[in-house]
């Protein structure tokens, strides 16, 4: 039987492997910590996260509103003029050898 009979053939059962439910991602950034205590509330960091991670509590001074939606762009770090930000990415740490989880 060729092949073209073969699929018009309703006798024929196809099997199909299942398909696989796509595994949630990990986020990629473990932690973004802000030091209260050098943070003077600019709102620098807020305005440059291309994301909208941040978002400013009603005191004036950066939260972490949205954890998950951050690629660990490092805008924020970067951009804070008190060095008042950090994010910890998994990427980092396993680059520096301080982890042993996998990516
Ligand atoms: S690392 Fe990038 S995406 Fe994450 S909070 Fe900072 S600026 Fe936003
Ligand atoms: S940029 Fe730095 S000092 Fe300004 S609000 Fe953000 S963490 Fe605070």
């Given at each position: ?45 807020v305005a ?43 990427r980092r ?11």
């Amino acid at each position: 039987m060729k092949a073209e009979e073969a699929s018009r053939d309703p006798e024929r059962v196809e099997e199909t492997a299942p398909v696989e439910e796509p595994k949630p991602r990990r986020p990629r950034v473990r932690r973004i910590d802000i030091f209260r205590a050098w943070c003077k509330g600019c709102g620098i960091c807020v305005a440059f996260c291309p994301r909208g991670v941040l978002a400013i509590d009603e005191d004036g001074y950066p939260f972490v509103k949205d954890l998950e939606a951050c690629t660990g762009c490092g805008w924020c770090e970067i951009r804070c003029p008190d060095f008042a930000i950090t994010v910890e990415s998994r990427r980092r740490r396993s680059k520096a050898g301080e982890s042993n989880e996998k990516e």
